[in-house]
């Protein structure tokens, strides 16, 4: 078993690129293969890695779908605080996040991206529907310059002559 300070090594460069192989981390971390792997199992079981992602640019392809935001105000249920409703909602397949925040609004509700007549539909008829929900406020991504700390801006290239003497 490896220690605290290894096994956030781990965890941060598969966060960073969840393709590295256990080899590749042991090369990176110099530690054994089998203890990587090893642990990587261990923190799949404990469900501290609880699955692997590939991050799109969905701005790169046709894909004309958009990204909802919607913040909720709710009346927390007596003895069960957010709990009970949180769990309402996160049942939903549409729902991609859901964050108990602090501030104006109690839920921060991400949905998988959609059209405006599903995203429409998805508030009207799910979540304004329950009865502790009070308000709902939908914001749409208009452009996502940063993303899971990826940089989705190209750089452009400097139009400047370089001179060498």
Known sequence: MLDQKNRERILT???????????????????KEKDITAEI?????????????????WDKTD????????ELKVTPQRGNGFDKIAEKIYQYPEVEALY?????????????????????HFVSSKLAVIDEVQSTATHFVLVRYKD???SLVERKKSKRMVVTP
């Open 13 to 31: 460069l598969l966060e960073k690129d969840a393709r590295l192989s256990a080899k590749d981390i042991a090369v990176l971390l110099d530690l």
């Open 148 to 150: 899971h700390g990826l």
């Open 41 to 57: 199992k261990k923190m799949e079981d404990e469900h501290i890695i609880c699955g692997y992602h590939a991050f799109i640019n």
């Open 63 to 70: 894909d004309d779908k958009i990204s909802p935001l919607i």
């Open 100 to 120: 108990l925040m602090s501030g104006r609004y109690d839920f921060a509700v991400l949905l998988k991206k959609a059209t405006m007549k599903e995203i429409s």
